[in-house]
T-cell receptor, first 117, second 115 residues
């Protein structure tokens, strides 16, 4: 089945550090990937839609200069949290849709837990 | 406003017992409704996907129902196992197809199975 891999699975770093999270589709190509954030006991909230070869589309209230997204290939999208602060601590989840098989739902990665000290 | 409400927020049942989780939504236009299982610290895993015309769909011990008229869905778990302990998330999609879908997530029901 379709597999989406995220790396790293857990990051702990100091305030002010920039953190990069990778999202890879392992056995399919994905022209579109999605980045979500989930705070404890809350639902997933879409942050941005990552499009291969073009700029990401950000949801209202999400700072594009704070959360840099790069989707340079059909199997990889990266989210960089720049100058992270404790309020950025959250569970970040990506998902991807198989571009080649047509009408298919998103497959989710296992998430990255980000803790900013 | 597009919303997905789930109940109960949390549920504790004995191993082997059945349970039913509820989902009410106000998402429009409706495309499909999904139930996901999310283990702690993991990403959501799809259990069922139902379109407007489907009333019920099963996946092993999981059976989902959909009433598109009342905008309600349920997830029934039969003969629960310890590994069923997780959050169950109801997700409603709007959009003509998966290519341009917008997902609205419920806050989930936290299910705990005790031996």
């Amino acid at each position: 089945g379709a597999v989406v891999s995220q790396h790293p699975s857990w990051v702990i770093c100091k305030s002010g550090t920039s953190v990069k999270i990778e999202c890879r589709s392992l056995d399919f190509q994905a022209t579109t990937m999605f980045w979500y954030r989930q705070f404890p006991k809350q639902s997933l909230m879409l942050m941005a839609t990552s499009n291969e070869g073009s700029k990401a589309t950000y949801e209202q209230g999400v700072e594009k200069d704070k959360f840099l997204i790069n989707h340079a290939s059909l199997t990889l999208s990266t989210l960089t949290v720049t100058s992270a602060h404790p309020e950025d601590s959250s569970f970040y989840i990506c998902s991807a849709r198989d571009s080649e098989t047509g009408n298919q739902p998103q497959h989710f990665g296992d998430g990255t837990r980000l803790s900013i000290l | 406003k597009n919303q997905v409400e789930q109940s109960p927020q949390s549920l504790i049942i004995l191993e082997g017992k059945n349970c039913t989780l509820q989902c009410n939504y106000t998402v429009s236009p409706f495309s499909n409704l999904r139930w996901y299982k999310q283990d702690t610290g993991r990403g959501p895993v799809s259990l069922t996907i139902m379109t407007f015309s489907e009333n019920t769909k099963s996946n092993g011990r999981y059976t989902a129902t959909l009433d598109a008229d009342t905008k309600q869905s349920s997830l029934h778990i039969t003969a629960s196992q310890l590994s069923d302990s997780a959050s169950y998330i109801c997700v409603v999609s709007r959009g003509a197809n998966f290519g341009n879908e917008k997902l609205t997530f419920g806050t989930g029901t936290r299910l705990t199975i005790i031996p």
